[in-house]
């Protein structure tokens, strides 16, 4: 299995970015698939997932209703749909997808498999 991340850039405060993720070699219904970001000197953190079956996602607090996760099954792919960007939104966002579907996985070692970064930049 493989992810492929792109969409990232560089925005103005209050902008907005989607960003996408493709899977190949595997099929969604099998994983859980997450959001996380890193900020230079950071530690990785949870942005925001969906479960297996495309019906439920989660999100960590600073979203504010602000991010919105959603799929395109035939495609493969999730989204990562980001409003009202702020400058400390600005990270390399990773994708990942996580076979652990019998909870809500938030950690990144309950990922197994894991895109390359797109940056995203939020100027003030």
């Known amino acids: 299995v493989q992810l492929q991340a792109s969409g990232g850039g560089s925005v103005q405060a209050g902008g907005s970015l989607r960003l996408s993720c493709v899977l190949s070699?595997?099929?969604?219904?099998?994983?859980?698939m997450g959001w996380f970001r890193q900020a230079p000197g950071k530690e990785r953190e949870f942005v925001g997932a969906?479960?297996?079956?495309?019906?439920?996602?989660y999100y960590s607090d600073f979203t504010q209703g602000r991010f919105a996760i959603f799929r395109n099954t035939p495609k493969s792919t999730v989204y990562l749909q980001m409003n009202s960007l702020k400058p400390e939104d600005t990270a390399a966002y990773y994708c990942?997808?996580?076979?652990?579907?019998?909870?809500?996985?938030?950690?990144?070692?309950?990922?197994?498999?894991w895109g390359e970064g797109t940056q995203v930049t939020v100027s003030s």
């Open positions: 990942a997808a996580s076979p652990r579907t019998q909870y809500y996985p938030r950690m990144p070692n309950e990922y197994d498999v």
């Open positions: 969906i479960t297996s079956t495309g019906g439920t996602t």
């Open positions: 070699g595997g099929n969604v219904w099998n994983y859980a």
